[in-house]
């Protein structure tokens, strides 16, 4: 490990525009910060299938961009850009996400609803 | 075991040149000043976030020192305080009767932003998570910008009795209220400078008069990422490290007569100061409020990051370094009352892991 971002195939999903959240089957738990391989088993990481809602804790802003700490349930927690009317409490779900110069993005909304 | 710090020695922070040339100055003025003998330092440690490697070596041979131990402790923002516990364990397990601590980085180097944490998505900067904890903590407490600005106006204040400080801090609240937007929580002068600078400590067994014995310690690592680990509780670790090093010390809180606290933004310190046991839950920026008005030393006299600039390597062994000097009455302008019982905390990756430690006249 040299310090950098390794997310595996979470980090592929994510520049898909797919956030699903890595997951080990063995020991049931997700792997999170996002690796190739699960850290108590050291089996490969997959992806659980659909899209995780969650629960913006705190939220802040800078030039015009909104942004909170998302809480995605089981101890996955994103810094994302905060979409629609999302604020602190606002129930959201990653509806826009990608790679920009190497590091993920991730958008959170209430819009879906 | 006793170990305590016996010496110090500093580069000036300043905003140009290199870590190298700022680590040899620092250990340079520590020999010199304290008149340490070169050929008596078992062991040297460097904490630097700096690319090239080799530097224990580097150091001890500009030094003239011929060290058995010689090496490099890294661990972002509190690699000083971290070198300085190394150099606890080598001399309380009688590995080294000395070891010299010096911790240098250059403005602008590595070892302020985090490239692993996938976590933070696009919010990679530490002015993000440091946005998120100022809002929280407004949010918890109904705390105003104008109750944080308090912070670095007082520790610029504070810096001014520093000679080795980074120039340029805020010279009234009102500087830091019209400073430049970097956030919708965050104020230019909210946020501790990145700059070129050493500071270098001396870690001794047995030490006598005019030294600094090491009491207490404590760390503590609640995870990597910032909203990572099992619950997201900010600065936890540094709750956990305070509460370890002052059980060692077997002080309270309140016995604390200084304390130099790692204000990276301005919420760190009342966050800082709060989960040591210092202050009260939602006190600590009104304490900064009031030791602005009695022109109390007791919190970052040295004027802290905000004041005196922050090279990741060397913050914490310039914290320990300052401890040493108020504890031995050696602070000269800045040196805060009753100060025989001193307190350092620095910590990472906002607040993911701390080390605190303390130490005694």
Same mark, same amino acid.
């Given at each position: 490990m040299?310090g950098?971002?390794?997310?595996?195939?979470?980090?592929?999903?994510?520049?898909?525009?797919?956030?699903?959240v890595?997951w080990?089957?063995?020991?049931?738990?997700?792997?999170?910060?996002?690796?190739?391989?699960c850290?108590?088993?050291?089996?490969?990481?997959g992806?659980?299938?659909?899209?995780?809602?969650?629960?913006?804790?705190?939220?802040?802003g800078?030039?015009g961009?909104?942004f909170?700490?998302?809480?995605?349930?089981?101890?996955?927690?994103?810094?994302?850009?905060?979409?629609?009317?999302?604020?602190?409490?606002?129930?959201?779900r990653?509806t826009?996400?990608?790679?920009?110069?190497?590091?993920p993005?991730?958008?959170?909304?209430?819009?879906?609803? | 075991?006793r170990?305590?710090?016996?010496?110090?020695?500093?580069?000036?922070?300043?905003?140009?040149?290199?870590?190298?040339?700022a680590?040899?100055?620092?250990?340079?003025r520590?020999?010199r000043?304290?008149?340490?003998?070169?050929?008596?330092?078992?062991?040297v440690i460097v904490?630097?976030?700096?690319?090239?490697?080799?530097?224990?070596?580097?150091?001890?041979e500009g030094a003239?020192?011929r060290?058995g131990?010689?090496?490099?402790?890294?661990?972002?923002?509190?690699?000083?305080?971290?070198?300085?516990?190394?150099?606890?364990a080598?001399?309380?397990?009688?590995l080294?009767?000395?070891?010299l601590?010096c911790?240098a980085?250059?403005?602008?180097g590595?070892?302020?932003?985090?490239?692993?944490?996938?976590?933070?998505?696009a919010?990679?900067?530490?002015?993000?998570?440091?946005s998120i904890?100022?809002?929280s903590y407004?949010?918890?407490f109904?705390?105003?910008?104008?109750?944080?600005?308090?912070?670095p106006? =007082?520790?610029s204040a504070?810096?001014?009795?520093?000679p080795?400080a980074l120039?340029?801090?805020?010279?009234?609240?009102?500087d830091?209220?019209?400073? =430049?937007?970097?956030?919708?929580?965050?104020?230019?002068?909210?946020?501790s =400078?990145s700059?070129?600078g050493?500071?270098?400590?001396?870690?001794?067994?047995?030490?006598?008069?005019g030294?600094?014995?090491? !009491?207490?310690?404590?760390?503590?690592?609640?995870?990597?990422?910032?909203a990572?680990?099992?619950?997201?509780?900010p600065?936890?670790s540094?709750a956990d490290?305070?509460?370890?090093?002052?059980?060692?010390?077997?002080?309270?809180?309140?016995?604390?007569?200084?304390a130099?606290?790692?204000?990276?933004f301005?919420?760190?310190e009342?966050?800082?100061?709060?989960?040591?046991?210092?202050?009260?839950?939602g006190?600590?920026?009104?304490?900064?409020r009031?030791?602005?008005?009695?022109?109390?030393?007791?919190i970052n006299?040295?004027?802290?990051?905000l004041?005196?600039?922050?090279?990741?390597?060397? !913050?914490g062994?310039?914290?320990?370094?300052?401890?040493?000097?108020?504890?031995t009455?050696?602070a000269?302008g800045?040196q805060?009352?009753?100060?025989?019982?001193g307190?350092?905390?620095?910590?990472?990756?906002?607040?993911?892991?701390?080390?605190v430690?303390?130490?005694?006249?």
């Amino acid at each position: 490990m040299d310090g950098g971002m390794d997310g595996g195939a979470f980090l592929k999903s994510v520049s898909e525009g797919v956030f699903r959240v890595p997951w080990c089957a063995a020991c049931s738990i997700p792997v999170w910060p996002p690796a190739p391989r699960c850290g108590r088993c050291t089996g490969p990481a997959g992806l659980r299938d659909g899209e995780p809602e969650g629960l913006v804790l705190e939220a802040s802003g800078a030039a015009g961009t909104r942004f909170g700490l998302v809480d995605l349930g089981e101890g996955v927690r994103i810094l994302a850009e905060l979409g629609g009317r999302a604020a602190v409490g606002s129930r959201v779900r990653v509806t826009s996400c990608g790679v920009r110069d190497g590091r993920p993005y991730y958008v959170a909304s209430d819009a879906w609803m | 075991m006793r170990v305590g710090i016996t010496a110090c020695g500093h580069s000036g922070f300043s905003t140009g040149g290199g870590a190298g040339p700022a680590m040899a100055a620092a250990a340079a003025r520590l020999l010199r000043d304290y008149d340490v003998d070169p050929g008596s330092v078992d062991a040297v440690i460097v904490s630097s976030n700096e690319g090239a490697g080799y530097l224990g070596p580097i150091l001890a041979e500009g030094a003239g020192i011929r060290p058995g131990a010689a090496h490099r402790v890294e661990n972002l923002c509190s690699s000083g305080a971290s070198a300085i516990i190394s150099a606890y364990a080598h001399v309380a397990s009688g590995l080294a009767g000395s070891v010299l601590v010096c911790g240098a980085d250059a403005a602008g180097g590595p070892g302020l932003v985090l490239d692993w944490d996938a976590t933070r998505g696009a919010f990679a900067s530490p002015v993000y998570w440091a946005s998120i904890l100022s809002s929280s903590y407004k949010r918890r407490f109904g705390a105003t910008a104008a109750d944080l600005a308090v912070i670095p106006a =007082r520790n610029s204040a504070n810096a001014e009795e520093n000679p080795h400080a980074l120039p340029g801090g805020p010279g009234s609240v009102e500087d830091v209220l019209c400073s =430049r937007e970097v956030t919708d929580d965050l104020r230019l002068y909210e946020c501790s =400078r990145s700059c070129t600078g050493a500071a270098a400590v001396l870690v001794a067994s047995g030490p006598g008069d005019g030294a600094a014995r090491i !009491t207490g310690i404590g760390q503590a690592t609640a995870s990597a990422s910032f909203a990572g680990g099992p619950e997201f509780l900010p600065l936890k670790s540094t709750a956990d490290a305070a509460s370890a090093a002052l059980l060692m010390a077997g002080r309270r809180p309140a016995e604390v007569g200084v304390a130099e606290v790692h204000d990276a933004f301005s919420v760190c310190e009342p966050m800082a100061l709060e989960a040591a046991g210092i202050c009260a839950p939602g006190t600590g920026a009104a304490y900064a409020r009031e030791m602005l008005e009695t022109g109390s030393r007791r919190i970052n006299p040295r004027g802290g990051l905000l004041g005196s600039g922050h090279p990741p390597g060397a !913050t914490g062994v310039a914290q320990a370094a300052e401890a040493f000097l108020q504890v031995t009455g050696r602070a000269g302008g800045r040196q805060a009352d009753s100060a025989t019982c001193g307190m350092i905390h620095n910590m990472s990756a906002a607040g993911t892991s701390s080390s605190v430690i303390v130490v005694e006249s």
